[in-house]
């Protein structure tokens, strides 16, 4: 289901940007929909970064965006006066010092690595079929499914995340020559902490924006609240017209019978006029 392209179907459909669309507005493709201007132009990169700052500003906050292409190539990294250098990586509830190892607690990463990470789970967990953000990958990558169900199995990508590391048997050590093709490798593997969306065009996924605005790095362990996270707000006001269509989002889709999430931040709530940024 993850990697079949959208089906066309037999209602009305019109024209959006050359492609058909169907009843609902959502473009309906048969797996043929990019072409040359499915790519992010440079006003696409600077108008996401430009409606991510107008909604930070809105909120009284300072923000680190990021923005890659479909294949991980960082197209851009935008960090405003006074944000916050590095977050500090935490997984779990558990007390500092009863961890050790790894990057649990670690206060050394640079936000800007954070976000490039969280851009690059929405680009590579979506396809013309299916949109996830990167709150659905935190509640597909822990080791219950859902998160804090116990004697459950493990989420549907549980682990995934390790596929990301320079270790991993899938991720391959390039030739200068093969360097710049990509799919590029996440700094921090795959992100779990919400603010990361894809970014599409014509129901076309073309790349993702990621946010970090707080400075803790993590999961979300409970899926059954509603979570007021600016990281998510902004990266949401970022996408603007470059969002996912909803007809593909995660929290339309099933997976053994438990609906996934996608946002618990809202269009509604924004502070901003994400169709007109400075």
Do not use: W
């Not at 079949?4 to 459909?13: A, D, E, I, P, R």
């Not at 991993?168 to 200068?176: G, H, I, L, M, Q």
């Not at 593997?189 to 970090?212: E, I």
């Amino acid at each position: 289901a993850l990697v079949t392209s959208c089906g066309g179907s037999g209602s009305s459909s019109s024209s959006v940007n050359g492609s058909a669309t169907g009843s609902s507005g959502s473009p309906v493709c048969d797996g043929s929909c990019v072409n040359a201007s499915s790519f992010l132009s440079t006003g696409d990169v600077e108008a996401v970064i430009a409606r991510g700052v107008a909604e930070a500003q809105a909120r009284g906050v300072k923000a680190t965006i990021a923005v890659v292409d479909r294949v991980g190539n960082v197209l851009a990294v935008f960090r405003m006066s006074g944000a916050l250098e590095n977050v500090t990586m935490r997984t779990s509830d558990v007390s500092a010092s009863a961890l050790s190892g790894g990057l649990e607690n670690v206060e050394v990463i640079p936000a800007t690595m954070a976000a490039i990470a969280k851009a690059v789970t929405g680009a590579y967990l979506s396809s013309e079929g299916n949109a996830f953000s990167t709150r659905t990958a935190s509640q597909i990558i822990q080791s219950h499914f859902n998160p804090g169900e116990l004697l459950t199995p493990g989420g549907p990508l549980f682990g995934v995340q390790f596929s990301q590391l320079p270790c991993s048997d899938v991720s391959a050590r390039f030739t200068p020559a093969e360097a710049d093709v990509g799919p590029k490798r996440s700094p921090l593997g795959l992100a779990g902490d919400p603010g990361g969306f894809p970014l599409y065009r014509s129901g076309t996924p073309v790349g993702g924006v990621g946010v970090v605005v707080d400075s803790v790095y993590g999961i979300d362990r409970n899926v059954l609240d509603v979570d007021n996270d600016t990281d998510e707000a902004v990266a949401l006001a970022a996408a603007g017209s470059l969002s996912a269509p909803e007809d593909r989002r995660a929290d339309r889709i099933t997976a053994d019978g438990k609906t996934l999430r996608f946002s618990d931040a809202r269009s509604e709530d924004l502070r901003s006029r994400v169709d007109s940024p400075p």
